[in-house]
């Protein structure tokens, strides 16, 4: 059967059509650094095994890798945020990414009953199964960690590689069961309750800061609003309190797949030890410390670079001997060099991309290093540069 083409605003969630397994939404183009390519990003619908409808995107061409869902996603507001285009960027270069909504969020049914890490697990296998991947490469970010480990001991032969960020093998509740762990899980519970749903985000910026404590006041307002369109307060509520409650103790010395994890030392939204034991549980495991205090990282922080790097020597990725970005430049140098290319300042990438000065000022003398360029004439060379390969290649 044909797919149909579904309407919908940014803050609106899908629902297909009685009948249809499949829904194709309006591909938003962006043109994306690392290929100076126009890139589209396809959402279609899959069906969980209780029935759940769950929203999956796909964007980027190369060996799959696929971003477990998380708490507070959605698909079609996410793909130009100031938090996360950094992460579509970098996560899609020379690979084609597969992400989607956690049901009761984003795109996919918001009405459900059953939250719990074997439910999570079900929309993961619906999901992989939907976009016709056999093998691949499997990223799990902070709960989203637990569920693509619980993947992958269950489909072992399925995970190439496991990738674990901010991730942990028990929740809140799970490794503190006191009453004054409890006591902060409700306060916290009963934040989202009452003021989840509001225009003023005052509640919701106490996540926000234990998420992002470094963003900017512009990336802090879109977070805040992420939260509110994500998910109804009551939801948010069941999906923090689920998250809680994990244990995946028993499953992580189970785990056969060549894994990389990364946590940030002064993470305030999960613990620096819960990533490093982790970490340590899983056989043959490589773990990565990184600098810094977020839990999404930020593209300008010298973490995210540290990410990136390693992520691409462990992640199969197809190469590309003409394509100067994927060879030699990390996504965010590519980034300045197409605004470069785009005939803009200093100043006017900076607010572009949501970064300093001094900072764009670094990318380049990066970039005129790799490159081999001095001087004067090093802007002119690298804006011709990134001209010729975007009229070389106008789409993917």
């Not at 593209?299 to 590309?320: C, G, K, M, N």
């Not at 001997?321 to 965010?332: H, M, N, S």
């Amino acid at each position: 059967m044909g797919a149909s083409i579904l309407q919908m605003p940014v803050s609106g969630y899908g629902r297909e059509p009685a009948g249809m397994s499949v829904t194709i939404l309006p591909d938003p183009l962006v043109l994306r650094p690392r290929s100076m390519r126009v890139v589209r990003q396809t959402i279609r619908f899959c069906t969980s095994q209780d029935g759940v409808r769950l929203a999956f995107g796909v964007h980027g061409d190369g060996p799959p890798l696929v971003r477990v869902a998380t708490w507070l996603t959605h698909l079609q507001y996410d793909w130009d945020s100031p938090l996360w285009r950094h992460w579509l960027d970098g996560l899609a270069a020379g690979r084609t990414l597969v992400r989607y909504d956690e049901r009761g969020s984003g795109l996919s049914d918001r009405d459900v009953s059953r939250i719990s890490l074997d439910a999570w697990v079900d929309d993961l296998e619906a999901v992989v199964d939907a976009a016709g991947l056999e093998q691949f490469s499997l990223l799990g970010l902070s709960n989203g960690g637990a569920i693509a480990v619980a993947y992958a001991v269950r489909h072992p032969e399925r995970v190439s590689n496991l990738v674990l960020c901010g991730a942990f093998a028990q929740g809140r509740l799970r490794r503190d069961p006191s009453s004054d762990a409890r006591a902060e899980a409700d306060a916290l519970l009963a934040m989202i309750r009452t003021g989840w749903g509001r225009a003023n985000p005052a509640f919701r910026r106490a996540f926000t800061t234990l998420f992002v404590p470094d963003a900017t006041h512009e990336q802090m307002g879109w977070f805040d609003e992420l939260q509110r369109i994500s998910a109804t307060p009551e939801t948010a509520a069941l999906m923090r309190l689920a998250r809680e409650e994990i244990d995946i103790t028993d499953l992580v010395p189970q785990v056969v797949t060549p894994t990389l994890a990364f946590h940030a030392h002064d993470d305030a939204a999960v613990p620096f030890e819960q990533g490093r034991a982790l970490a340590s549980g899983i056989p043959r495991a490589r773990f990565v410390p990184l600098d810094g205090r977020n839990h999404i990282l930020l593209a300008d922080e010298p973490a995210w670079e540290v990410f990136l790097r390693e992520l691409d020597a462990f992640v199969p990725r197809r190469s590309s001997d003409d394509d100067i970005a994927d060879e030699l430049l990390t996504a965010r140098e590519t980034e300045v060099l197409e605004h470069v290319a785009a005939g803009m300042t200093n100043d006017m990438i900076a607010r572009e991309l949501f970064v300093s000065v001094r900072t764009v000022e670094r990318h380049l003398g990066n970039m005129y290093r790799k490159l081999g360029l001095h001087g004067k004439s090093g802007r002119a060379a690298i804006a011709a540069r990134a001209a010729s390969l975007i009229h070389t290649h106008p789409e993917s």
